[in-house]
C-alpha cells in the first residue's frame, strides 16, 4: 500500500490547493530538525559533485515550494539531495489575487499564477541567519532562487536583483536567477540577450564570495534564444542553467481547465527533456533538469539527456516523498 497516494493525497486533495500548502509548510517547519536527525544515511555511489558542490543524491528541491525558506531542515530529513529555497524578491510581495494554483489530476499537473509572493530578501535573510545559529542548517547544499520585485521597472531589474543577492549572498551554496516565470509581467523579456547580458554581468562583478550562480529559462524559448542564452553563460561563467520554469503552452490540457498561468508537471516532461539534450549537445554547462519528473523512469530520461541534478515539484505533489528514494534506487540498479 502506498500511504501517500492512496490516504495522505486523497485528503489533501480535498482541500484549496494554497491553503493546504500552508498547512503541509507550517507542519514541516516543525518538525524539521527532527525529521532532519532520522534522515536517510546518505549512499556514496549516488554522490556528485557538480559545479564544485557535493551533492549526497543527485535530486533537490526546486524552487517554489519552499518561497521563504521556512522547512529548510526538513527537506534533507525527507531524502533529498538538495533544496532550492524562493523565488525571493528584493521587497515583500503578496503576489497575485487568488485563487491562483489549480490542481488537474487527470493531466497529472498543476498551472500556478501566485507571482513571487514572499517576504522579500531581509526577512528571508534574517530567517536564514537564525536558522544557521540554531545548529539546524542542513547539510545538503541550498540553493537560492532570485527574481525581480512587481513593482520594479524592467529597466531597474539588475539593481534589484542584485539587492537580493548581496543581501543573501552568504546563505546560499549557489543562486539562480530567475528571469522565466510567467507569473510576474515582462519579466521573461530579461531572457532576451541585451538585458540577460547586463543582469548577468553586474550579478558576477559583484560575486565577491564566488558562489555558482546559475540561470533558469523558460520551456517556451526558440532554439535560437537558447544559443544566445548559453553564449552568455559561457561568457559570464555561469555555473549551470535550470531547465526548465513553467510553460505557458496549456494545449496538453482539457480546455475547460485552462486558465492562466505557468503549467507543470506530466505535460511539461517531453519539452523540458527535449531542451537538456538542445544544451547539453551544445555546451558543457551543467543542467538541473525540472519538468515533469513524476516518476523514476521521467528522472532516469532527464539524466540520459544530459542533466547532471534533478528537480521535483509538481512530481513530489502527486506522489508524495517516497518518489525520492525511488528515483534514487533506479539510479543505484543502473550501476
Request: proline share 7%; aromatic share 8%; charged share 20%.
Amino acid at each position: 500500500m502506498n500511504l501517500y497516494k492512496e490516504v495522505i493525497r486523497p485528503f489533501l486533495f480535498l482541500g484549496d490547493p494554497e491553503k493546504v500548502h500552508h498547512l503541509a509548510m507550517d507542519a514541516l517547519a516543525l518538525t524539521g530538525p527532527l525529521l532532519r536527525r532520522f534522515a536517510p544515511k546518505p549512499d556514496p555511489r549516488l554522490e556528485r559533485t557538480v559545479f564544485g558542490l557535493r551533492f549526497p543524491n543527485p535530486v533537490g528541491l526546486a524552487a517554489g515550494f519552499d518561497k521563504n525558506g521556512v522547512a529548510l531542515p526538513a527537506w534533507e530529513g525527507l531524502g533529498f539531495g538538495f533544496a532550492e529555497i524562493g523565488t525571493i524578491t528584493a521587497r515583500s510581495q503578496p503576489g497575485n489575487p487568488k485563487p491562483r494554483i489549480f490542481r488537474i489530476p487527470q493531466s497529472r499537473a498543476l498551472i500556478n499564477r501566485l507571482g513571487f509572493n514572499n517576504d522579500g530578501c531581509d526577512l528571508v535573510a534574517s530567517r536564514l541567519q537564525r536558522l544557521k545559529e540554531s545548529g539546524h542548517w542542513p547539510t545538503v547544499p541550498v540553493g537560492i532562487n532570485l527574481g525581480k520585485s512587481k513593482v520594479t521597472p524592467l529597466a531597474e531589474a539588475t539593481a534589484d536583483y542584485l539587492l537580493s543577492f548581496e543581501r543573501l549572498q552568504h546563505f546560499g551554496d549557489y543562486f539562480v536567477l530567475n528571469v522565466s516565470s510567467p507569473n510576474t509581467p515582462g519579466l521573461r523579456n530579461l531572457q532576451d540577450r541585451a538585458a540577460l547580458d547586463e543582469l548577468l554581468g553586474h550579478v558576477q562583478r559583484r560575486n565577491t564570495s564566488g558562489r555558482p550562480v546559475l540561470v533558469k529559462i523558460a520551456p517556451d524559448l526558440q532554439w535560437e534564444a537558447i544559443e544566445e542564452i548559453l553564449a552568455l553563460v559561457e561568457e559570464h561563467k555561469i555555473a549551470g542553467i535550470i531547465a526548465t520554469n513553467t510553460t505557458i503552452d496549456h494545449t496538453s490540457i482539457p480546455e475547460a481547465q485552462r486558465t492562466q498561468g505557468g503549467l507543470s508537471g506530466a505535460p511539461l516532461q517531453a519539452r523540458s527533456t527535449e531542451i537538456i539534450r538542445f544544451i547539453t549537445k551544445h555546451s558543457k554547462v551543467p543542467v538541473i533538469a525540472v519538468g515533469g519528473i513524476m516518476n523514476a523512469d521521467a528522472a532516469l530520461e532527464k539524466f540520459d539527456a544530459g542533466a547532471a541534478l534533478v528537480q521535483l515539484y509538481t512530481g513530489y505533489i502527486y506522489e508524495g516523498p517516497g518518489l525520492i528514494g525511488k528515483i534514487c534506487q533506479a539510479l543505484l540498479q543502473r550501476g
